[in-house]
């Protein structure tokens, strides 16, 4: 069964940046297609980024474009979120996620237990 464990989470200050990890155990790391997604209190999640398989393919929700890159790392079984220029609406708890099934633009199956990122204006 595969798991994921986020870090990286914190606080930050409008305009600054964080980078998040998740680390990727229990399967073949470069059999399942991975993402972020993100809840902010009162708010249902709303996807961040997705990567494919192959780590070619990517696709980011409209609200982080150009602000934020997902990449994979196949020799530390890692997904890293790069988050740049940090507004206060980019705040919530952030969720790795991964499926071994369909492509990176479908459903999600396994997710992590989050790391939460907090932005002060």
């Known amino acids: 069964q595969a798991q994921l464990v986020e870090s990286g989470g914190g606080l930050v200050q409008a305009g600054g940046s964080l980078r998040l990890s998740c680390a990727f155990s229990?399967?073949?790391?470069?059999?399942?297609?991975m993402g972020w997604f993100r809840q902010a209190p009162g708010k249902e999640r709303e996807i961040v980024a997705t990567i494919s398989r192959s780590g070619v393919s990517s696709y980011y929700g409209d609200s982080v474009k150009g602000r934020i890159t997902i990449s994979r790392d196949y020799a530390k079984n890692t997904v890293l979120l790069q988050m740049n220029s940090l507004k206060p609406n980019d705040m919530g708890v952030y969720y790795c996620?991964?499926?071994?099934?369909?492509?990176?633009?479908?459903?999600?199956?396994?997710w992590g237990q989050g790391t939460e990122v907090t932005v002060s204006s």
């Open positions: 996620a991964a499926e071994p099934r369909g492509d990176f633009l479908g459903s999600y199956g396994v």
């Open positions: 229990g399967g073949t790391f470069s059999n399942y297609v």
